[in-house]
């Protein structure tokens, strides 16, 4: 395997594992503001901004991952 494949590996695995996490995340998020909402509906709008601003969060996450993989393709 010569530099140029080994590269494009490392910035493959940095585009899945940077989005396939913060995928399951948002979703575990939305999911557990959902029963939040649907146990106590008169918290409904806390609990969604709070699960907005952590669905923000999971997906800089996600951003960050794409950063470095651009770095890593383009400088490295």
Do not use: C
């Not at 913060?22 to 699960?51: C, D, F, Y």
């Not at 969060?57 to 470095?68: M, P, S, T």
Request: without cysteine.
């Amino acid at each position: 395997m010569d530099a140029e494949s080994i590269r494009t590996l490392a910035v493959v695995g940095a585009i899945a594992l940077g989005t396939i996490f913060p995928a399951i995340s948002i979703g575990w998020i939305g999911s557990t503001a959902l029963k939040a909402i649907g146990r106590n509906p008169e918290s409904a709008s806390k609990v969604q901004t709070m699960a907005i601003l952590a669905i923000a969060f999971a997906e800089a996450i996600a951003i960050y991952a794409l950063v470095v993989s651009l770095i890593v393709k383009f400088v490295v």
